[in-house]
């Protein structure tokens, strides 16, 4: 894939049949299944030859979480009659969460380590007018090109130099040595909610900012108001502010500068924030702007999206170039990322007639703050925009439900959209226990066209947080044109 003419091919160090960009989940996928028949293969990868979701996404936030539950745990058990003291060692927390990340990525390290060392370069590729790949001393020419060059947070402008070392992301989080006396944390997004609850729950002092009134960017308002209301419990959350202006200032008998924010609040008065560090989680960029992919003829939108994304093989129109994982700002979420890679390395390989490609995934998001908040397949407004679509919404409350009572996590909604004359769900939001299994349900009922009555006719054990699942089922077969239970959607079964 080059525009390459005779002249410049006489400083082409290479040529090969398949360049990988990027060595993360979703290129190293891609290499993978392209390796199986494909000989003269390249990867090329800028910094740890690890994953984002190894060093600074999904794990190491995961590894936080845990330790953020057990303090929870062990500091909300007096209702129980259990009383305890707990003690937090903030560097035994940190220190925790870099063992187990180190124990994740020995895995990548030995499955890298074990790919020939002359299909592997490390440096920042940049893609030239001619289309050839420049990286360190080397002139690439592919036939075919894979960009999986992932995502990067978002910082708004000025924010870095302002706030100096105060300032985190999720790349420099999970290396604080100790945990913070206080943070703030911007953006009510996952990453910022997820981290926001963790060090609340293992004693920092948190204030958490979101410019809208939305937490995890939920469209259903009923969810997203139950949301708040659940995560208020323990978060002081600024939802519907106005950040005017961040730095630092230096305060007597302390070593490092304290941040400051100012911001108006959701009633519009002017305030400050002062603490130790702030967090920016304001969202993540693609890193496709300095690549140069557009000197593959590759037609970006005005968010830095490729217009003609093939969203089964990541192929942008009819060119030899694949744009997969976070770097096609499709869907960036790991498995998305993994199928993504996989199904662009088989798209390239020789014996392609063959290959299996994977069809895209239903859409599914899990935040993993508590109560966890879930969606999955079509939203609210989606289905409001389609006439065609005539749906019922099903319906429950954790609030009361049997054995998230038990478990003294009861606070939560399920709101299950379903269509009235096909008998399908069409999708979910929820905020509640267990979301991520009942999550998993819904995705499995989408994916693999199960009615509504299919799920109903499956076994619920008594006494599960699911139940609550299929109370939500009874009040949608309830409301809908054809109904074939006569079970009551609110009955109690116990
Ligand atoms: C804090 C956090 C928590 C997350 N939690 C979850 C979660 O719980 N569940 C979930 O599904 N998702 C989660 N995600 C998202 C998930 O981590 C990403 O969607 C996924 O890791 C993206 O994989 P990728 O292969 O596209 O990119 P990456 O793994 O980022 O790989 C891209 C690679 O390309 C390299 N690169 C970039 N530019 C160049 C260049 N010009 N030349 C050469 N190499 C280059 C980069 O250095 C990097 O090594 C989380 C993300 C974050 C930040
Ligand atoms: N559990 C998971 O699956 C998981 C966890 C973490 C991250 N991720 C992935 O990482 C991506 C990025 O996460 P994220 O949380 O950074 O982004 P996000 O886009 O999900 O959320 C960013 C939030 O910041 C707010 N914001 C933006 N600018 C602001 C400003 N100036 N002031 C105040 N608020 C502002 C937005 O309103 C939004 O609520 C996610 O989209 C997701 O794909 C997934």
Request: hydrophobic share 35%; net charge negative.
């Amino acid at each position: 894939m080059s525009k390459s003419s005779g002249n410049t091919d006489k400083n082409v160090t290479r040529k090969v049949e398949v360049a990988v960009i990027g060595a993360g989940t979703a290129g190293q996928n891609a290499f993978r299944q392209a390796s199986k028949t494909v000989e003269n293969i390249v990867i090329i990868n800028d910094g740890f030859w690890s994953t984002t979701c190894i060093q600074v996404g999904c794990m190491p936030s995961k590894l936080l979480i845990a330790a953020a539950d057990r303090a929870h745990d062990a500091n909300h058990s007096e209702d129980f009659g259990i009383h305890t003291t707990t003690q937090i060692d903030g560097k035994r927390v940190m220190e925790r969460v870099r063992d187990e990340r180190s124990h994740f990525a020995s895995y990548i390290k030995k499955q890298v380590d074990s790919w020939p060392e002359n299909k592997k370069i490390s440096g920042r590729a940049h893609i030239n007018k001619q289309g050839l790949i420049e990286v360190n001393d080397e002139l690439i020419k592919a036939n075919k090109i894979i960009v999986a060059t992932g995502s990067s947070p978002y910082i708004p402008d000025d924010w870095s130099d302002n706030l100096g070392d105060t300032l985190l992301t999720s790349d420099t989080v999970f290396e604080l040595t100790d945990l913070p006396k206080s943070i703030a944390v911007i953006g009510a997004g996952s990453i910022g909610l997820e981290l926001a609850q963790a060090f609340k729950r293992l004693g920092v002092e948190v204030t958490l900012f979101n410019r809208d009134k939305r937490v995890a960017g939920l469209k259903d308002d009923d969810i997203n108001n139950k949301a708040i209301v659940c995560l208020n419990r323990e978060l002081t959350m600024h939802l519907g502010s106005k950040i005017n202006n961040v730095g630092t200032q230096t305060v007597e008998g302390e070593d490092m500068a304290s941040a400051f924010i100012e911001y108006e609040d959701s009633a519009g008065k002017m305030q400050q924030w002062q603490g130790e560090r702030v967090l920016v989680a304001t969202g993540r960029r693609n890193n496709i702007e300095q690549l140069g992919i557009e000197n593959l003829d590759v037609e970006l939108d005005d968010k830095n999206r490729p217009k003609q994304l093939d969203k089964k093989t990541g192929q942008i129109g009819d060119l030899d170039v694949y744009i997969v994982g976070d770097a096609n700002a499709n869907i960036p979420l790991l498995h998305v990322a993994s199928d993504e890679g996989y199904s662009a390395g088989n798209k390239v390989c020789k014996n392609e007639a063959n290959a299996y490609i994977r069809p895209p995934a239903t859409p599914f998001s899990i935040v993993f703050c508590s109560p966890q908040i879930v969606n999955v397949g079509m939203s609210l407004p989606e289905i409001q925009q389609d006439p065609e679509l005539e749906y019922v919404i099903g319906r429950v409350s954790f609030d009361n439900q049997g054995r998230s009572r038990i478990m003294g996590v009861n606070c939560g909604l399920l709101h299950i959209y379903a269509c009235k004359k096909t008998d399908r769900v069409l999708g979910a939001s929820m905020v509640g226990p267990d979301a991520e299994y009942i999550g998993h349900i819904l995705a499995t009922a989408i994916t693999n066209d199960i009615s509504v009555k299919g799920l109903l006719d499956t076994p619920f054990y008594h006494p599960t947080i699911l139940e609550g699942l299929r109370t939500a089922l009874r009040d949608v077969q309830h409301k809908m044109e054809i109904p074939y239970q006569s079970q009551d959607a609110q009955e109690y079964s116990f």
